[in-house]
């Protein structure tokens, strides 16, 4: 059964959903961006009910100025304490709850990978975690990354009919040049990166990472995990990453969605 619920986080109200199980793990669903607990497309409430279905409770909720939810909304380097909230109130509203696997996308995954330590989560299903700076103006969006720049031309290169626009002058070469200089340019791992490399390095809770592997977030983490930032998390045994082909950040397609699924049932079942 789902019902609605909420808690406290330092003083404001946030809104929360409980998809009932009988089981002692369950799921606690961290939402990416500003989006609200059902996710992009209603995406994250048809996770909580496929899971739910299975005996597993499913605990999402809105952090503080987000949906339904009180407060200010400080973005998710400011979430810390909404997750701990979440975390304390999913183990309180569901008694015989033992263990809990957290997952989040995108930015959600980057907030679960440098708050999490210290709370009673037993495990993290990171996927496509954001890593990419954000921009000193407020409304520009961020560039995409060398890596990112890197699978467009070579996607092009592969492609016959861009061969053909090239010689036959449709192609601007010095649009053409610029683009390959950027992405040919070497990238040091931003700040971002390289605090989640370091929260992840020092923690002993395993973790699944999960790539859309053409998806332009995933490309910015996949140059950040080959970086020094990651050479602890790479050998540590309790890590693994695991990609899919495809271009789509929320997993949206049939196929997409029933990969996570998949690598969301082996962390419940781990």
């Not at 003083?11 to 089981?23: I, K, N, P, S, Y």
């Not at 002692?24 to 497309?41: C, K, P």
């Not at 495990?123 to 103006?137: H, Q, Y």
Request: one cysteine or more; a neutral charge; proline letters at 4%.
């Amino acid at each position: 059964m789902r019902r609605l619920t909420g808690f406290d986080c330092e003083g404001a109200w946030c809104a929360a959903t409980l998809d009932e199980g009988e089981r002692t793990t369950g799921l606690l669903i961290v939402s990416g961006g500003n989006e609200i607990r059902s996710g992009a497309h209603a995406g994250q409430a048809a996770l909580a009910a496929h899971f739910a279905a299975s005996g597993y409770p499913v605990f999402r909720y809105d952090r503080r100025g987000v949906g339904e939810s009180e407060g200010e909304n400080g973005g998710f380097e400011s979430s810390a304490a909404d997750i701990a909230a979440a975390a304390a109130a999913f183990r309180a509203q569901v008694p015989q709850l033992q263990r809990i696997v957290a997952f989040g996308n995108c930015d959600a995954a980057s907030s679960l990978a440098l708050f999490h330590a210290g709370l009673p989560i037993d495990r993290l299903v990171l996927a496509n975690p954001w890593v990419i700076e954000a921009r000193a103006e407020a409304d520009a969006p961020a560039p995409p990354s060398a890596a990112a720049i890197r699978a467009r031309y070579w996607a092009r290169l592969k492609n016959p009919r861009s061969l053909i626009d090239l010689f036959s002058g449709r192609i601007d070469l010095g649009k053409l040049a610029g683009g390959l200089a950027r992405a040919a340019r070497k990238e040091a791992p931003t700040g971002l990166a390289q605090r989640i490399g370091e929260a992840l390095s020092t923690s002993t809770v395993p973790a699944t990472l999960l790539l859309a592997s053409r998806d332009t977030t995933a490309l910015a983490f996949t140059a950040a995990w080959k970086s020094s930032a990651f050479d602890v998390v790479r050998q540590r045994g309790d890590v693994n990453l695991q990609t899919l082909d495809s271009a789509s950040h929320s997993f949206a397609d049939a196929d997409s969605k029933a990969w996570l699924c998949e690598r969301i049932e082996a962390a419940l079942a781990d």
